[in-house]
Structure formats: C-alpha cells, structure tokens
C-alpha cells in the first residue's frame, strides 16, 4: 500500500522551531518529487516548499523563503520540512505529497499523486 505518514508537528512558541518528517512507502520515492503544503481552518491550500527527486533542486515560496528548508533522504525514502522562526500565522495542518508530474508543475497542488495525512502545527504567541 501506499504511505505517506508525516510527524513532527506540535505546539511551539513564536521564533521557535519544528521539524516535519514525511515517511514514504509502497512505491518508488526517489521517482517522485516531494513537496510540503498547509491548510488553515477557512483558507486555502498554500504550497511552501518542493524537492525534485534527487534533492538537488528546491523552491520555496513566499511563505517558506528565508525561514523553511526543505530536505529529503532516498536512502530512508523521508522528506523533510525544517521550520525556524515560526509564528502564530504558521498555525496549520501540513501535509507531504508526492508527484511524478514534470518539476515545472510542482508547485500546484492538483498535480500530486499522493498525499500524507496531515500533522498539526501550532504557534503560540
């Protein structure tokens, strides 16, 4: 079967950090490029940062530049979402996802195969 579980979320202060994990199986992660996405209560899905398949590439968006890093192991098929200098506005449920979509389409959302379930973020104040 395939799986994407992430882990790693929590409750962190403001300016602290977190680190999300994305565990992959039942499918060829280093075939895929891997990209990290959050979803607010009443808000849309925001795209914050994508890996292509080998990790030599990355981008980041606006909500991501300067704070996130994105990162991932093909040996341990896990990506990764390090997020320094968090604020109350980050509060969120971040998902993984994987596509096989050409890296021009990472950033949108549709174009992912699959998805994590999701682990909760939140920042307090």
């Known amino acids: 079967d395939v799986q994407l579980q992430a882990s790693g979320g929590g409750l962190a202060q403001a300016g602290g950090s977190l680190r999300l994990s994305c565990a992959a199986s039942?499918?060829?992660?280093?075939?895929?490029?891997a990209g990290w996405f959050r979803q607010a209560p009443g808000k849309e899905r925001e795209g914050l940062s994508f890996?292509?398949?080998?990790?030599?590439?990355?981008f980041y968006t606006n909500y991501a530049k300067g704070r996130f890093t994105i990162s991932r192991d093909n040996a341990k098929n896990t990506v990764y979402l390090q997020m320094n200098s968090l604020k109350p506005e980050d509060t969120a449920v971040y998902y993984c996802?994987?596509?096989?979509?050409?890296?021009?389409?990472?950033?949108?959302?549709?174009?992912?195969?699959?998805w994590g379930q999701g682990t909760q973020v939140t920042v307090s104040s």
């Open positions: 039942g499918f060829t992660f280093d075939d895929y490029h």
């Open positions: 996802a994987v596509t096989k979509a050409p890296w021009r389409y990472s950033r949108i959302h549709s174009r992912y195969h699959y």
């Open positions: 890996i292509d398949n080998t990790g030599g590439v990355t």
